[in-house]
């Protein structure tokens, strides 16, 4: 674009100005082609791998999660008379009478280094109609704070899960979509849950508390029933689960919820709960590393702007000299820096779809031969991912622009055209 042009600018108004400088930007940026592919490769090298390693490392969140979940519980607490196994009990409470006070889901909540805490209740009903003798184990848990039931279904009915529904054990024979008779009532098969060789998940139906107060209102009405479920009361509950949060020791734990009266404690395996806490400490890195990543590409554009701005001195000066004002000179250069990393940002997503292809293929695969299940993020999550990505990618060549441009619209022009100046 020709000086001559440039002169005019002073008359025309705001919204053509702005088009004119946003043109000459444009025209800056293919001016130097080599130097703008550099950049643009640049950024989409860092767009790519941050957005590329985000993706996998919350598909291994949500894989570990869901692995981790399916190992149960770091602890349970149980009335201080029940017979407890180890290896049953961490995922599932056990055939038990006795009972302990649901309030104290709260109170072991409220405790130092306590993520969640699962109530359960075992019940003992039968399932066939007319036939009292059969009879198999069926278990209340909260669906809101569950965290070793729900993770081991594997199939189920294609809606949400709702009151009246019934999740049997990987050895139970009833299928998806049969009807039960707890207590004489009908209930259906909602889903099944995955052989986890722990006996008490296997041969068990489980099913939600609301599902049992249903059931329970109905079996007081028509005076039918087991004497498990007429007799059943939400606030007494057979076991609680509990999850440690990160840094939390089942020692700890153990010592505080000891103190509680009428309960015990039972540990399991403490390579799970160390496992789990290691596991989390390398997730959380990768995530630092991360974001490492996006500030070494806001120093780097940073770093390439200044020099970039410092070679073309001479035409800020002559912009502001013919009578451009400083304000559109530095739109023209922040436009340019937005131009150049959004572009970059953009091919940056397409170099890390193709990364996350090639991790599919590859390790995803050889996981899957396995028999391994890697959880993808949802479809929407990783569309957000990417726009969010790009949009980053843009606002960092905004803000490493942002300084060497002021920097320089703020000179005197005839300091801008000799190269004098700071």
């Not at 640049?42 to 996998?56: E, P, W």
């Not at 050889?366 to 790009?390: G, K, N, Q, R, S």
Request: glycine residues 10%; aromatic residues 6%.
């Amino acid at each position: 674009m020709s000086l001559e042009s440039e002169k005019k600018t002073s008359g025309r108004r705001p919204g053509a100005t702005l088009f004119l400088f946003t043109r000459l930007a444009l025209q800056n940026v293919l001016r130097r082609p080599a130097r703008t592919l550099m950049l643009v490769l640049a950024v989409t090298l860092s767009t790519g791998g941050v957005f590329a390693s985000y993706t996998v490392a919350s598909g291994i969140k949500d894989s570990m999660d869901r692995s981790f979940s399916r190992m149960g519980a770091d602890l349970i607490v149980v009335p201080s008379k029940a017979m407890v196994n180890i290896t049953s009990a961490l995922l599932t409470v056990q055939p038990t009478d006795e009972v302990i006070d649901e309030k104290l889901v709260a109170e072991i909540e409220r405790l130092d280094g306590i993520a969640q805490a699962a109530p359960q209740t075992y019940l003992q009903v039968p399932i066939m109609s007319g036939m009292p003798e059969c009879k198999a184990n069926l278990i209340a848990f909260d669906a809101k704070k569950d965290f070793t039931v729900l993770p081991w279904m594997v199939a189920h009915a294609p809606r949400a899960m709702v009151p009246g529904d019934i999740v049997a054990g990987s050895r139970r024979s009833e299928s998806i979509g049969d009807e039960i008779a707890p207590g004489n009532q009908p209930v259906n098969i909602y889903g099944k849950l995955g052989r986890s060789g722990v006996g008490p998940l296997d041969d068990s139906f489980f099913t939600t508390y609301e599902t049992v107060e249903m059931l329970h209102g109905k079996v007081n009405k028509n005076s039918t029933g087991t004497e498990s479920l007429a007799s059943f009361d939400r606030s007494k509950i057979s076991a609680i689960l509990v999850k440690l949060k990160f840094g939390a020791t089942p020692e700890q734990a153990r010592f505080a919820i000891a103190k509680l009266p009428g309960v015990k404690v039972v540990t399991g395996a403490t390579i799970v709960t160390s496992t789990r806490q290691a596991t989390t400490a390398l997730l959380g890195g990768m995530l630092g590393f991360t974001g490492m990543m996006l500030v070494a590409m806001l120093i780097m554009v940073s770093l390439l702007f200044s020099g970039i701005i410092s070679e073309r001195r001479r035409e800020v000066g002559l912009l502001r000299a013919i009578g451009s004002r400083h304000v559109d000179v530095l739109r023209m250069l922040l436009a340019e820096a937005v131009f150049t990393t959004m572009l970059g940002g953009i091919t940056g997503i397409v170099f890390g779809a193709g990364l996350l292809l090639v991790f599919q293929r590859s390790l995803v695969y050889y996981l899957e031969t396995l028999h391994i299940d890697f959880a993808w993020p949802e479809p929407v999550m990783i569309l957000c991912v990417a726009l969010i990505c790009a949009v980053a990618s843009a606002l960092v060549g905004l803000a490493g622009a942002l300084v060497p441009a002021w920097k320089a619209c703020l000179e005197e022009p005839y300091l801008l055209i000799q190269g004098e100046g700071g």
